[in-house]
């Protein structure tokens, strides 16, 4: 008997840590639903970038704009101090400009 309430224990220890897993891996069900419903363009403009759907980034050269704040809230890839010619397969004369980028 003792070893049936073991095992009940551990499969619900294991259900409970898939159901976090997919949870804090998808930030977006959290919000709005499965990913693909939410607006990313629209988001980003709240944090003060602009989304570049091609490459799933929210970008900015920006100081003030919170782009942090949005890589946070959607798990995303946070770089402070990006290149604008990141996408440019021969960059040649690139502006020297910082560009907060959120790689979601």
Partial sequence: MKKIYILIIAVL???ISVFVYILFSNPGLLITGPREKLDFNEVCTKFGGE???????CATDNDSADIKGFCTKFNGKYYECDSACRH???PGDCIDVCVQVCSI
């Fill in 13 to 15: 220890i294991i259900l």
């Fill in 51 to 57: 989304w570049v759907k091609e490459y799933n980034e």
């Fill in 88 to 90: 440019e397969s021969h």
